[in-house]
């Protein structure tokens, strides 16, 4: 009886196989080697349906060309744009022309967030790159915590893991491991469809040529324009659509569900807000907020509509009572400028022709580039 308890107690000691704890890294392994297999080659080509990539690629490239170019003794002076899509259309051309001494670069990505600039800006600082002004787009729709639809586009293509690593504490858990999962497997970042593929392995008899092909040519000029434009993706600055007010009104309400329903203030990107300016004034740049304008419906909602709470009283407010304030006060307490483009009569470019809701025609540009400039080289 004692024999059969000790070896009852010698067996129940025993370590599991070395394969039951093999057997998971291996299967990760395998899957993460078949993951890259997608992206052999030029595979992804049959099956990627943004160029989003390339406007982050070319700006890790052109913080190298803004440092050389910093350091000729002869240089034009440099007005450094961070911003999303709706900064994205200012011409490099329009500024050199007709401020002689200046010209741009412009860090505007897809969806641009604050986080994005804040890397850079430590960038700059760590390599003391010193442009001569710095602003930054920013807008209510990158700084809600509680979006219907959350977009990771920036965080995903544009955040290296060091930054990550160093400022985890501002990101939610979930933010986190989609972050890790999109980083660690291309196909759950690209999510290919067959219907896709398909479509880009077939030939097109009236271009004469495949949808790949065709992909693989827009690539290529996405990349030279931002090459040559330095960042922008500049469009005819005289086109001023016709406006379809019911088109656009209706696009209004479709992004205020997504983006702005419930609303709350994110203070993860207030945070890189504010060192972001900090940053820019230590560098010695004229530095500021820029709010870029959107359409009427949606000013109108951003100044009616009550989704928010606000934090001391907990009354019900408005995506503007709960944003603005807060953009201002950060501007004030840095010693920035403050350019509101929405509501504010100072910086009106009297220009309302849109795109769409949120999207400035590019007929627009000229007076809100003007704008901008204006308060670079006060």
Same mark, same amino acid.
């Given at each position: 009886?004692?024999? @059969? ?43 990627? &349906? ?36 709706? &900064? *994205? ?6 500024? #050199?022309?007709? /401020? ?12 641009? %967030?604050?986080?994005?600039? /804040?890397?850079? *800006? ?54 986190? &491991? ?51 434009? =330095? ?11 016709? @406006?379809?007010?019911?088109?656009? @009104? ?24 504010? #060192?972001?300016?900090?940053?820019? +004034? ?16 949606? =000013?109108?909602?951003?100044? %009616? ?9 907990? #009354?019900?407010?408005?995506? =503007?009572?709960?944003? #603005?304030?807060?953009? +201002?006060?950060? &501007? ?47």
């Amino acid at each position: 009886m004692k024999n @059969q308890e000790q070896a009852h107690e010698s067996s129940s000691g025993k370590r599991p196989p070395l394969g039951l704890f093999l057997f998971p890294v291996l299967v990760f392994a395998l899957a993460f080697l078949v993951d890259k297999a997608f992206f052999i080659g030029r595979i992804e080509d049959y099956f990627l &349906t943004t160029a989003s990539f390339l406007n982050f690629d070319h700006k890790e490239a052109m913080l190298d060309e803004l440092e050389d170019h910093l350091k000729k003794p002869d240089h034009l002076k440099a007005l450094v744009l961070f911003g999303n899509s709706r &900064t *994205m259309s200012f011409s490099r051309e329009y500024i #050199e022309e007709r /401020y002689p001494g200046w010209t741009l670069f412009n860090f505007s990505v897809p969806g641009g %967030t604050t986080d994005y600039f /804040y890397y850079f *800006m430590k960038e700059f600082r760590r390599r003391d790159i010193r442009p001569e002004a710095i602003y930054f787009a920013v807008t209510p729709q990158g700084m809600n915590a509680t979006p219907a639809v959350a977009l990771d586009e920036v965080m995903v293509f544009g955040l290296p893991p060091s930054f990550l690593a160093t400022e985890f504490r501002y990101y939610s858990l979930d933010e986190l &491991t989609n972050y890790i999962a999109k980083k660690a497997f291309l196909v759950y970042r690209y999510r290919p469809k067959m219907k896709t593929i398909e479509w880009r392995m077939s030939y097109n008899e009236q271009t004469k040529e495949r949808p790949v092909d065709a992909f693989r040519k827009m690539l290529e000029q996405t990349g030279q324009s931002l090459t040559k434009h =330095r960042g922008s993706v500049p469009y005819d600055l005289d086109v001023k659509p016709a @406006q379809d007010e019911a088109a656009i @009104q209706a696009n209004a309400v479709s992004i205020w569900k997504d983006a702005f329903t419930p609303f709350r203030l994110h203070e993860g990107q207030v945070h890189f807000t504010e #060192e972001s300016l900090k940053i820019a +004034k230590e560098l010695g740049a004229k530095t500021g907020l820029v709010w870029p304008r959107v359409s009427a419906p949606l =000013r109108h909602l951003k100044e %009616t509509e009550k989704v928010a709470i606000d934090p001391v009283t907990h #009354e019900p407010i408005t995506v =503007r009572a709960a944003w #603005e304030p807060v953009m +201002k006060r950060l &501007t004030e307490e840095t010693g920035a400028s403050w350019m509101d483009f929405n509501y504010d009569p100072a910086f009106d470019p009297h220009c309302d022709f849109f795109f769409d809701a949120s999207h400035m025609a590019s007929g627009c540009f000229r007076p809100f580039m003007d704008g901008v400039m204006a308060e670079a080289m006060k």
